[in-house]
């Protein structure tokens, strides 16, 4: 658990600029992070003065410079930097969705199939994902759990999508003889 406490806002920033790094090792700059988050590039300037000074963005000066997240920056997101992750594919409207990375799927209610709702945590942007879209999830590596929902809501901050669940399909395995 990380002990920066960080505002919604520095959050939604530092969340920006680590899904766009993703992308690229290059330097982000602080256009690309406002055309991402919607906000005004002199904001993005003025945030991340505040996380520079929480060692959790380093600046790069010149021409080619911009920011990048520290070790620490993903810490504090609580996000799991892996070398090689397994792959679980995720579709918005029939298409795939490049450059995003599945951490955890989150069932609630499953007692209750009018209210089961699956949290699909992610890294990567979603920003083109909305509310009522229809999303795939899975399978996923061991389980070949697949998920085929519609989008209730959405958590930008935390890079979450809250699915209502059309169908769950967890194929049961064949014994071995």
């Known amino acids: ?11 939604k920033i530092l969340r920006a600029l680590t899904n766009l790094h993703s992308e690229t090792d ?3 700059k602080g256009e ?15 945030q991340m003065q505040s996380l520079k000074a929480l060692q959790l963005v380093e600046g790069v000066p010149g021409p080619k410079g911009g920011y ?12 799991q930097q892996m070398d090689d992750p397994a792959a ?25 199939p009018e209210l089961c709702r699956a949290e699909i945590h992610v890294q990567g942007a979603i920003g083109d994902i909305q509310e009522h879209d229809s999303v795939t999830v899975g399978p996923t ?22 699915l209502r669940i059309d169908e769950m399909i967890a194929p049961a395995e064949e014994p071995e003889h």
């Open 1 to 11: 658990m990380s002990s920066i406490e960080l505002t919604p806002s520095q959050k």
């Open 26 to 28: 290059d330097a982000i």
């Open 32 to 46: 690309d992070i406002a055309a991402q988050v919607d906000r005004n590039p002199g904001t993005i300037r003025n």
């Open 68 to 79: 990048k997240p520290t070790a620490a920056a993903y810490e504090a997101l609580e996000i």
């Open 88 to 112: 679980v594919p995720i579709e918005h409207d029939g298409e795939p969705v490049e450059d995003v990375i599945v951490e955890e799927i989150d069932l609630s209610s499953v007692h209750h």
């Open 141 to 162: 590596p061991l389980s070949k759990l697949l998920i085929e929902g519609t989008v209730d809501g959405k958590d930008d901050t935390n890079n979450i999508l809250i």
